[in-house]
């Protein structure tokens, strides 16, 4: 199985902000990663895949990069809704994971 | 619009067998879609326990996999989730999703139910 680590677990954050959630898998996945947002009692959102592909209706704000075992959701200027829990996703190999996720929350 | 409802029994005895239905509406099950089900325990992360295409070829969580079994009705448009000899630890919120391809990431997800195993 691939393992994901996330870091950091949990982020706290202003407004206006720039932050950085990493994500590194226990062996290469070329770019078959996904990143999800998650707000409580709802399912997961998906924000990008491919490491860096926008899903269409996601602000422009959310980006992606990385490739093979180290990967990066970067979120700028920072807005109210965006204070949720993050995951990434792995679908490299016929067994999908996902990473223990980071929780943004309000400084 | 693609839509997907989860539904079965919200209460299992332990070491019974936990059986969900998702329901699609607004696409046909047919096609190059994998359809998936992924768990939630409570205050606790994702866990995707396998998939589906509707042809019936699946994969499975390794740590799931002799426990459990996805098939698909084509006839009515739905695909379902059993997991035997269930404890505890399988109280969770479960998710039915679609991914548009065996190689893609899920994009449309149903609203999830929560199903508690207790005696």
């Known amino acids: 199985d691939i393992q994901l680590t996330q870091s950091p677990s949990t982020l706290s954050a202003s407004v206006g902000d720039r932050v950085t959630i990493s994500c590194r898998a226990s062996?290469?996945?070329?770019?078959?990663l996904a990143w999800y947002q998650q707000k409580a009692g709802k399912a997961p959102k998906l924000l990008i895949s491919?490491?860096?592909g926008l899903e269409s209706g996601v602000p422009p704000r959310f980006s992606g990069s990385g490739s093979g075992t180290e990967f990066t959701l970067t979120i700028t200027s920072l807005q109210p809704d965006d204070f949720a829990t993050y995951y990434c996703?792995?679908?490299?190999?016929?067994?999908?994971?996902f990473g223990p996720g980071t929780k943004l929350d309000i400084k | 619009q693609l839509q997907l409802q989860e539904s079965g029994p919200r209460l299992v005895k332990p070491s019974g067998t936990l059986s969900l239905t998702c329901s699609i509406s607004?696409?046909?099950?047919?096609?190059?879609?994998?359809w998936h089900w992924v768990r939630q325990p409570p205050e606790k992360g994702l866990e995707w326990i396998g998939e589906?295409?509707?042809?019936?070829?699946?994969n499975y969580n390794p740590s799931l996999k002799s426990r459990i079994n996805i098939s698909v009705d084509k006839s009515k448009n739905e695909f379902s989730l059993k997991i035997n000899s269930v404890t505890a630890a399988d109280t969770a919120v479960y998710y039915c999703?679609?991914?548009?391809?065996?190689?893609?990431?899920?994009?449309?997800w149903g609203q999830g139910t929560l199903v508690t195993v207790s005696s």
């Open positions: 999703a679609r991914s548009y391809s065996g190689s893609s990431p899920a994009d449309y």
């Open positions: 607004g696409a046909s099950i047919s096609g190059n879609n994998w």
């Open positions: 589906v295409s509707e042809s019936g070829s699946t």
């Open positions: 062996q290469s996945i070329s770019t078959s």
């Open positions: 491919d490491a860096s």
């Open positions: 996703q792995q679908y490299n190999t016929y067994s999908l994971t």
